[in-house]
Structures are given as structure tokens and as C-alpha cells.
């Protein structure tokens, strides 16, 4: 079994992720890195200590990371 894996080894970017929508965040991320044909998510998030880190294909290092606005809309709005 080989050991490589499909995505990156260190995340493209980390979110702070402390009031974050996660299906905001989550809904974005599938428009910026798309799925595959399986329907599997093209980039994997992981969640520690309120830090979002994202992790692309190798394929989609390419991809633009997150504006800042784009962030501040993930935000969760508490009324």
C-alpha cells in the first residue's frame, strides 16, 4: 500500500475559525475546489483548536486561496 496521499502535506491556508458558518465555509470551499466525478470534496478541512486548515489536491494548489471578505462572510451573524 503506498503511503502517498492525494492532497497537500501543509494547508494552504488556516482560518481562524471562531464563529465560523461551517456550511458556509464548507458550501465556498466546494466552489473553489470543486468535487470530483465520485462526488468527493476536492480538498480536506481540518478542525483544531478553533483553526480551519485547508487542504487541496496537489492538483489545485493553482486555486486562489480565500479573500478575507469572503471569510468575513462565512461568519456566523448572530441577531
Known amino acids: 500500500m ?5 492532497f497537500t502535506t501543509e494547508p494552504t ?3 481562524e475559525g471562531q464563529y ?3 456550511r458556509k465555509l464548507m458550501n465556498l470551499l466546494k466552489d473553489l475546489y470543486g468535487t470530483s466525478d465520485e462526488g468527493e470534496n476536492n480538498f480536506y ?3 483544531r483548536l478553533n483553526r480551519y486548515k485547508i487542504y ?4 489545485a494548489v493553482d ?5 478575507q471578505d469572503q471569510i468575513q462572510d462565512c461568519h456566523a ?3
Open 56 to 59: 487541496p489536491l496537489e492538483h
Open 2 to 6: 503506498s503511503s502517498h496521499t492525494p
Open 63 to 67: 486555486v486562489p486561496m480565500l479573500t
Open 45 to 47: 478541512v481540518e478542525l
Open 13 to 15: 491556508q488556516i482560518i
Open 77 to 79: 451573524r448572530w441577531r
Open 20 to 22: 465560523v458558518d461551517q
